[in-house]
């Protein structure tokens, strides 16, 4: 075996290898994503939108937790191995979610979906970010996302083109039958471990080891602390919007097709634009990337609760897919920038267990809110939530490099910096409440 070099360039064939199953990967949820809260409704008759919406808070409780672990066992076990016991433990999901007679096996379906998630998923972003080094991790962040969110659209839009033409049950989820076949080959027989990489990288790396990794990415850390909550009410959203969107769409009087093509059209401008924003992120102030790209989001949510028709929709969809664009690559190059290479898996684990937890309290949330107070009440809520997030981001966060801001570039004008972060950004004194006004 040859030595380990970093780089895109030098890890070429491993890394396209990595985001080919990576889109199996994301594919897995695209079979969910247009259909799921319809045969919920139309087979099961569950009327409570929160009943509803119980697929996905055990989906993302299930893949939060699932995320965290794969992070703390990766260095002790191999990312290799994590996927692949991911990809096995899939391998029933899509004969549950078309054969199932009763809502309880959907939920354990989701079960199973989120245990792959958390460990398929996982292990794709790390190895990428163990492969290319510093330089490119925006770019490869990017990558990742584009594949696996754009693997959700594609399959998101051929289920409900499917279901419309042939029932949303069993014919929609052969697709997953292919996805997983594809998934367990490519990850046994052709991808290879990343340890040796992790294991050059730290030999000579500037960032200090964290002292407790857990609770610095959680809180105490003002950039990573930063992300974590971003990363939560990112993925809050989108799972109202995964949840709610195909309810309020049919309760507007759209057809199966016409939700497929809304609700893939989201991940799609999501996973597109990731070529570009990951990209960016090596560039310019990830601080000035995160709070555009929350504020827009919290924007899109709160015009959603005003749209009448097809093209409002398409239109909000696609700036929601571009907000979430340029925070999503952003936030996993922000956590392995604020690092030391033998945290990264750990702190990697930890921001996504809090990130995917915004499935579940998305679900949970919007859920109680709507059967409360309607729909447009549990949109409005959400929407100001992402607001606050993105002025959370403003005014703790802080850039570790002196990058231009996004909206400096944007506008032409004299380069602005960010604040330069110290090597060490944690102090005792720096809190939750430790926000930077500068």
């Known amino acids: 075996m040859l030595p380990a070099t970093l780089g895109l360039r030098q890890n070429l064939r491993q890394f396209i290898l990595l985001v080919i199953v990576n889109a ?46 794969t992070g703390t ?155 974590t909550q971003a990363g939560l009410i990112n993925n809050l959203n989108d799972g109202m919007a995964w949840g709610l969107l195909p309810i309020l769409l049919a309760s507007k009087g759209f057809g199966i097709a016409a939700i497929g093509t809304i609700t893939a059209i989201y991940p799609a401008v999501w996973g597109i634009a990731q070529l570009f924003t990951g990209k960016m992120s090596d560039r310019f102030c990830k601080k000035s990337m995160l709070y555009w790209g929350m504020f827009s989001q919290g924007i899109a949510l709160l015009l959603l609760v005003l749209a009448d028709t097809f093209f409002q929709y398409i239109l909000l969809s696609i700036v929601l897919g571009l907000g979430t664009a340029l925070v999503y690559p952003t936030f996993l190059a922000t956590v392995a920038e604020n690092t030391h290479p033998l945290d990264r898996a750990e702190s990697l684990g930890v921001f996504r267990l809090w990130r995917d937890m915004g499935y579940a309290i998305g679900a949970l949330l919007t859920g109680l809110i709507a059967d409360q107070f309607g729909i447009n009440a549990s949109i409005t809520v959400i929407g100001i939530l992402t607001l606050i997030s993105a002025l959370v981001i403003e005014y703790r966060m802080r850039c570790r490099t002196e990058a231009p801001r996004l909206t400096d570039w944007l506008l032409n004008r004299k380069k602005k910096s960010c604040r330069k972060a110290p090597a060490n950004n944690y102090t005792s004194s720096e809190t939750l409440a430790g926000f930077s006004l500068e």
């Not at 009943?51 to 299930?62: C, K, R, T």
């Not at 191999?78 to 999901?93: D, F, N």
């Not at 004969?95 to 199973?112: E, R």
């Not at 998101?156 to 279901?163: D, E, K, P, Q, S």
Request: glycine share 8%; no cysteine.
């Open 24 to 69: 199996f990967v994301g594919g897995m949820i695209g079979l969910e994503r247009s259909i799921l809260p319809l045969i919920a409704e139309q087979e099961f008759h569950l009327a409570a939108t929160s009943a509803v919406l119980s697929f996905i808070v055990v989906f993302g409780i299930v893949k939060a937790i699932t995320n965290y672990f």
């Open 73 to 227: 066992l990766a260095n002790r076990f191999g990312r290799r191995k994590l996927l692949i016991t991911g990809w096995i433990i899939a391998i029933p999901v899509p004969f549950l979610l078309m054969s199932a007679d009763q809502w309880t096996w959907i939920v354990v379906a989701n079960i199973l979906l989120g245990l792959n998630q958390g460990l398929a998923w996982s292990a794709t972003v790390v190895m990428k970010i163990d492969l290319v080094g510093e330089r490119q991790r925006g770019f490869a962040m990017g990558l990742n996302e584009f594949a696996g969110y754009l693997a959700v659209a594609l399959v998101a839009f051929l289920t409900g083109y499917i279901a419309s033409h042939y029932g949303v049950r069993p014919y929609p989820f052969y697709i997953g039958i292919l996805l997983v076949a594809l998934g367990l080959f490519f990850s046994i027989f052709l991808v290879q471990d990343t340890r040796q990489h992790v294991a050059l990288e730290a030999k000579e790396h500037p960032v200090p080891r964290l002292r407790r990794v857990f609770w610095d990415t959680t809180i105490w850390d003002r950039n990573l602390g930063s992300v």
